[in-house]
């Protein structure tokens, strides 16, 4: 079942960029459930394609998996291959889920990413594959709007 997996159980680094970053899957034990998986990043970094300064974010992952899981220690070297990659909130959001999906072909999928403010002014980004399929139950994403100090 993890025998193809090249990642989980040993040693392995940071991907120099989300482009040469392995995204691995496994087998779905219940492939004929539907369920929600939820990965939550809330120390996501990536930088400024203009200025090169650091960009933070809370990512919120939730899937409902169809054949194949996403194994998670793919999932944190890839997200990792964001910390020196620069591209705007937008495009490291979306790149993020169609990956995603590119790699493990889900029944469903949204991404909520919560941008902390650049310029005084936070920016958040959502996707998703659809609609969600019926009688998935999607509870909230648990993030706020920001609200600064007030």
């Known amino acids: 079942m993890t025998s193809s997996l090249t990642q989980l159980g ?5 991907p120099p960029s989300p482009d040469q970053a ?3 899957t496994v087998p779905n034990p219940h492939p004929g459930s539907l369920y929600l998986v939820r990965f939550t990043a809330p120390e996501f970094t990536s930088l400024c394609p203009i200025t090169g300064q ?3 974010a809370q990512l919120v992952i939730d899937y409902a998996p169809e054949a194949d899981l996403v ?3 793919s999932l944190k070297l890839f997200l990792g291959s964001f910390r020196n990659h620069g591209a705007f909130h937008e495009d490291c959001t979306i790149a993020i889920a169609k990956r995603l999906v590119e790699a493990c072909a889900p029944k469903w999928l949204r991404i909520g990413g919560y941008w902390y403010p650049r310029g005084g002014i936070p920016i958040d980004v959502f996707w998703q594959t659809g609609p969600a399929p019926d009688g998935l139950w999607l509870p909230d994403q648990g993030v706020p709007t ?5």
């Not at 920001?146 to 007030?150: E, K």
């Open 10 to 14: 040993q040693a392995a680094s940071l």
């Open 22 to 24: 392995v995204l691995e």
């Open 54 to 56: 650091p960009d933070f």
């Open 71 to 73: 194994e998670s220690k």
């Open 146 to 150: 920001y609200r600064g100090r007030g």
